[in-house]
């Protein structure tokens, strides 16, 4: 390529702001970058947004501000409608269109509810800040409901069902039961507390599957000394206003489900005209480029990006980060008269926080275990670096370490008071799955 190349990047989420960032050394690019929040939302995290651990500002970081010292790198708000793989171009809700020399889909998930009657409009899933502020709301309204009627906690008011024992389910489940047995007493002292449950329910036999056999053990045992009650090797079957049926005919009667089960490719991709594979994720070449279509990327969560095994990747931030990174270097090749390379992913390991001071990590691509403390402390080093990829000021993790870490268990109280932050009741009932996808 000659000239400047226009590069319309569609997502924040890490791929798509990791590829901007190296991009915006480039002079020879110029850089648009899409999304229909206007911000890079630090998605590990949302769980500690749910659960009062973190306040919303922690993780939201405004991309104008991101990319302000960039003249090659605009930022624009707005949701993508359509994609044309071979002008490329986008169309946006709005009716514009943006042409581009190059095009990068980072344009992430949405959750799987596997046809679950019921799940679509009546769970909560936990994959946007938008998601994890509802599940805030939801808990806020049931307590304080719960306060005026305690009779309410008898027909499942504050007995909260977690679906999916994978790092999200697991991270969420032992979060929300430090809310309920080391935060809310200080709330409401006069609340029968003890009456209120956390419950894990997955399919598999095991929580966090994709760990060693002694990671299963440990998660299981730290969650259920935190209180949760694990319903392991049972499906659910279906989600009413009042409760949950699962796979063996038993119910549960809630008033809060947290949908953890499983994620897809956003809408997005269903309508891009590209190939897709398992997940309905688009399916990748080696270098990030979809068959068929050179001058169009695919990262992150919506993508199958292929191993040096043939294997897929797992969705993971660090898989998308260094996806974006390796895409933007494809770019510069490009622009430079260069081969494209195949991406070769840096295995960092998988990980998953069970609670304060509680951790599991498997690191590099041998898996070597950690756990506690030292997992902990692995967990902080890969998020640190997660967020110097959003260009994230020390601030926001010396607050992590701080807040999660260290300080006591009224901190959160105060992040759970509707005076501190601005979070209207929310309804179970009034969030109907819209099908828009989180670029993410």
């Known amino acids: 390529m000659t000239g400047t190349t226009e590069v319309v990047i569609v997502g924040a989420g890490f791929a798509g702001v990791a590829c901007a960032r190296r991009l915006a050394a480039e002079p020879r690019a110029r850089v648009t970058i899409v999304d229909r929040n206007g911000y890079h939302q630090f ?3 949302l769980y500690q947004i749910a659960t009062a651990e973190l306040a919303p500002r922690d993780i939201r970081f405004d991309l104008g501000e991101m990319f302000a010292r960039h003249a090659n790198v605009q930022t624009r708000t707005g949701e993508v409608d359509s ?76 007995t909260f069902v977690v679906v999916g024992g994978g790092a999200t389910g697991v991270e969420t489940a032992g979060a929300l039961a430090e809310i309920v047995h080391d935060v809310m007493p200080h709330v409401y002292p006069h609340l029968a507390i003890a009456g209120a449950k956390v419950i894990l329910v997955d399919l598999g036999h095991t929580v966090l599957s994709a760990f060693s056999e002694e990671s299963h053990a440990y ?16 499906s659910v079957k279906q989600v009413t206003a009042d409760g949950v049926t699962l796979g063996d005919g038993s119910t549960i009667p809630t008033r809060l489900v947290v949908w953890g089960g499983g994620l897809m490719a956003a809408p997005l991709a269903g309508r891009s005209g590209l190939p897709q594979g398992r997940g309905g994720r688009i399916e990748v070449n080696p270098d990030l480029t979809v068959p068929g279509f050179p001058r169009v990327y695919a990262l992150g969560d919506i993508a199958n990006i292929p191993a040096a095994d043939g294997e897929t990747l797992p969705q993971l931030g660090s898989v998308a980060q260094q996806a974006g990174d390796w895409a933007a270097g494809n770019i510069i090749a490009g622009i430079e008269g260069e081969q494209r390379q195949p991406f070769r992913y840096k295995d960092k390991g998988i990980m998953a926080m069970i609670g304060r001071k509680a951790a ?47 300080r006591p268990a009224h901190r959160s109280a105060e992040l759970l008071d509707p005076a501190t932050i601005d979070q209207p009741r929310i309804r179970t009932e009034e969030r109907a799955h819209d099908g828009t996808e989180h670029t993410g």
Request: charge should be negative.
């Open 83 to 158: 994609i044309d793989p071979h002008g490329p171009a986008v169309t946006l809700t709005d009716g514009s269109t943006l042409a581009a020399d190059v095009l990068v889909l980072g344009a992430g998930a949405q959750p799987n509810f596997f046809h679950t009657p019921g799940a679509d409009q009546l769970t909560l899933p936990l994959y946007s800040l938008d998601d994890a502020q509802r599940v805030r709301g939801r808990i806020l309204e049931l307590f304080r409901d719960a306060a005026a009627k305690p009779e309410l906690i008898d027909e499942g008011a504050l």
């Open 360 to 406: 599991v990590a498997e690191i590099g691509p041998h898996r070597h275990e950690l756990k506690g403390r030292l997992a902990f402390a692995a967990w902080l080093g890969v998020h640190a670096q997660l967020l110097a990829n959003a260009g994230a000021e020390m601030r926001a993790f010396a607050t992590w370490l701080d807040d999660f870490y260290v």
């Open 219 to 234: 998660a299981a045992r730290q969650l259920q000394h935190r209180g949760v009650q694990l319903r392991l090797g049972v």
């Open 43 to 45: 998605q590990p995290l």
